[in-house]
């Protein structure tokens, strides 16, 4: 997701005015959005946009200037978005302290994933880069969890199911992926022995409008190997403590052949245990 090349002007910046919201031959999602809402919503969302259409089609930037521009645009957009879901959690918790459940509810905040705010050009998701690969996940109940500690191990979405389900007193299912944190909440973060030293990402969403290759891939604790594949055949490797960024592509490097194999065999393995292909 490209911002100079990818980022589109009416759907991830909004620049539509009202009357062209108001035309019925130009339907689509944004279209669609944008009358779900209320004549009040939809005043609200006039005034706060008029000005930044207004400006946007009077200045008719190019080249790194528009680039710029829509960085900014899209990042006001996202903060304050940011702002709002925070704005609610806190009277969500609030609510819960009212009626005396704060402390009998397991609270969960998390997401699908992180987000590119312009690290490396882009814009949005997708990519198993760690702007988007690392997610926050935060787990409030005082009754199994010490407030305030925190945990180093390696977790992935799959985990949530059976956490949950362990949590509550919930027999696990065998054939559910993902294994229980609760090991890990009890004991203050403390990573049991036996934790998975990797987790496995995939993405196969290709050919589609967001651009992204189809690619899969495993993160270790120091090191990130990723695989793109279908109509191209690349790879990806970072030793993410000397490259936190991601700028060194050390795949094909001499100095680390030996760990690429390793990589290798331990991303077939998890490919395997998770009955994932290509197909």
């Known amino acids: 997701m490209n911002i100079e090349n990818t980022m589109k002007e009416r759907w991830d910046l909004k620049i539509a005015t009202p009357e062209e919201l108001r035309d019925t031959t130009l339907k689509d999602k944004f279209y669609e959005a944008y009358h779900r809402m209320t004549p009040e919503e939809q005043k609200h969302w006039d005034e706060a946009y008029a000005p930044r259409i207004k400006e946007f089609r009077e200045n008719k930037l190019t080249g790194k200037e528009l680039v710029r521009w829509k960085y900014q645009q899209y990042m006001r957009d996202y903060l304050a ?74 977790c992935m979405n799959v ?79 970072y030793d993410l403590q000397k490259d936190p960024l991601e700028m060194n592509n050390i795949y094909n490097n001499q100095l680390y052949l030996t760990k690429r194999e390793e990589l290798v065999q331990l991303l077939k393995q998890m490919r395997a245990s998770y009955n994932d292909t290509t197909e």
């Not at 065998?174 to 009890?186: H, R």
């Open 81 to 154: 978005t940011t702002l709002a879901v925070d704005d609610n959690v806190g009277r969500l918790l609030k609510y819960l302290e009212d009626i005396g459940e704060l402390d009998n509810t397991i609270i969960v905040y998390t997401s699908d994933q992180g987000f590119f705010l312009g690290e490396h050009g882009w814009f949005d998701k997708r990519f198993m880069y760690e702007e988007c690969q690392r997610m926050p996940l935060l787990i409030r109940y005082p009754k199994l969890i010490q407030p305030g500690s925190k945990s180093d191990a390696l």
């Open 159 to 237: 985990d949530f199911a059976p956490t949950l389900l362990d949590m509550a007193g919930v027999k696990v299912p065998g054939d559910m992926q993902g294994k229980s944190l609760l090991s890990v909440l009890k004991n203050k973060g403390e990573i049991p022995e036996n934790w998975r030293k990797a987790v496995y990402y995939h993405y196969y969403e290709y050919p589609a409008e967001h651009s992204v290759k189809r690619h899969y891939g495993i993160r270790t604790r120091d090191y990130k190997l990723i695989h793109f594949y279908n109509d191209i055949d690349e790879w990806e490797m």
